[in-house]
Nanobody, 127 residues
Framework: QVQLVESGGGLVQAGGSLRLSCAAS????????IGWFRQAPGKEREFVAA????????YYADSVKGRFTISRDNAKHTAYLQMNSLKPEDTAVYYC????????????????????WGQGTQVTVSS
């Protein structure tokens, strides 16, 4: 059974930074892409960023491109989301998720392509 645990959320002023972590256990973390998603109150969960299994390919939502950076450390079974220049509209619960398909170089923004999810971590950006 795969377990994903997010951490690093909190309250930050606009323009500030946070670094989210996603610690994985239960199967070969280094074989699966990781995605970050977020859900604001009253809104659907949306794609934020993804990184392939080896870390050679990343993809970002337009709304975070240039401000957020996704990375991973396969030796530590952990993925990260560095968030800079935060805006109030970034306020949401952030989730990490693991791809269904191992060893895929391509990345997917579709929630249905991810089969394991963490419990989420709250990020609040004040204006």
């Amino acid at each position: 059974q795969v377990q994903l645990v997010e951490s690093g959320g909190g309250l930050v002023q606009a323009g500030g930074s946070l670094r989210l972590s996603c610690a994985a256990s239960g199967r070969s973390f280094s074989s699966y892409a990781i995605g970050w998603f977020r859900q604001a109150p009253g809104k659907e969960r949306e794609f934020v960023a993804a990184i392939n299994w080896i870390g050679s390919n990343t993809y970002y939502a337009d709304s975070v491109k240039g401000r957020f950076t996704i990375s991973r450390d396969n030796a530590k079974h952990t993925a990260y989301l560095q968030m800079n220049s935060l805006k109030p509209e970034d306020t949401a619960v952030y989730y990490c998720a693991e791809d269904k398909t191992p060893l895929r170089y391509g990345l997917d923004v579709n929630l249905d392509e991810y089969d394991y999810w963490g419990q989420g971590t709250q990020v609040t950006v004040s204006s």
